[in-house]
């Protein structure tokens, strides 16, 4: 029944009930009106719980140079609605949500708070079928297309900035060199450093070359009091 939705979700539940669940808006929990048919609404409660956790513990350990506001604001750009809805819509979940008849004759499928809250609770329903490690490989694939676009759009840009000091002694040479890089394709790990007239002056990690490069050049410019 789940199969094309599971293949979306990259997850496969042991309990299909589950699932079943989190997609269950109120207003259809509210027309059926049994004891079996429950709203999303309490998986959605958890959902939010998980990930925050996943969401911080991420970005704590790939993100080794940003201080703690800019954790801060970068979390709660992820888990805001905004950020929610738009992962809903890349798994396709709208078309799988059980909605009441007037929900769904006025966009409820569309509706960006629905949808938001129905990814939380298949977060939760992932959680509850498979645990902790489930939730975060699922959380960490939308954690490393979000973190990754907004480090290019959102964050200081580290390596300008270190360019743009070098650049002012001419004949110095600036180059990232890639030190190493590890794990499984839905979770790579990559070290950077970034050397001057082929000293080190500074090395990152991310989960992506351009965020690690980012990172080196933001140590680079600790060292120089920048």
């Given at each position: ?52 956790i996943i969401s911080a513990e991420y970005l704590y350990f790939h993100h080794t140079h940003v201080p703690e506001g ?32 007037g929900e769904e004759n006025t966009g409820g499928r569309e509706r960006s708070s629905i949808l938001a809250d129905a ?24 954690a490393d297309q979000f973190f990754s676009a907004h480090l290019e759009s959102g964050m200081r840009d580290y390596k ?67």
């Amino acid at each position: 029944m789940f199969e094309k939705l599971e293949k979306n979700l990259g997850y496969t539940f042991q309990d299909k009930s589950l699932l079943e669940n989190a997609l269950t808006h109120s207003s259809f929990a509210n027309e059926v009106k049994t004891r079996h048919c429950d709203s999303n609404e309490r998986l959605e409660f958890l959902g939010d719980a998980v990930l925050g956790i996943i969401s911080a513990e991420y970005l704590y350990f790939h993100h080794t140079h940003v201080p703690e506001g800019e954790l801060t604001r970068l979390r709660a750009s992820m888990v805001c609605e905004r950020s929610l809805q738009g992962f809903s819509r890349t798994v396709g979940l709208g078309g799988w949500l059980r909605l009441g008849r007037g929900e769904e004759n006025t966009g409820g499928r569309e509706r960006s708070s629905i949808l938001a809250d129905a990814f939380e609770a298949v977060i939760a329903a992932i959680y509850i079928d498979g645990g902790l490690p489930a939730a975060k490989q699922f959380v960490t694939r939308f954690a490393d297309q979000f973190f990754s676009a907004h480090l290019e759009s959102g964050m200081r840009d580290y390596k300008t900035e270190l360019q743009e000091i070098v650049q002012k002694n001419h004949g110095e040479k600036l180059e990232y060199v890639l030190a190493e890089e590890s794990g499984p394709d839905h979770d790579k790990k990559f070290v950077v450093e970034v050397h001057l007239n082929n000293n080190r002056i500074g090395v990152g990690r991310g989960g992506s070359k351009k965020e690690a490069e980012q990172m080196a050049a933001c140590e680079a410019l600790s060292l120089m009091g920048q």
